[in-house]
């Protein structure tokens, strides 16, 4: 058990900068991918909100 230990230990110090470049990587991508769908909800009442706050009229003649 503690051969294992030491090799998982080993490994994790030889190879930390790629994990945390993965990291990043995934990080940086679901961001993105927040802020696209706050974007895309916010865009999808907009237009809702803009009628109810401005008086225009339902009728064009």
């Known amino acids: 058990m503690f051969a294992v230990a030491l090799l998982v230990a080993h490994k994790l110090r030889a190879g930390w ?10 990080a940086l991508a679901g961001g993105a991918v927040l802020t696209a769908a706050a974007g895309a909800s916010r865009t ?18």
């Open 17 to 26: 900068r790629g994990w945390t470049g993965l990291a990043l990587i995934i």
């Open 44 to 61: 999808n009442s907009a237009y809702p909100r803009f009628l109810s706050q401005s008086p225009a009229s339902d009728v064009l003649v």
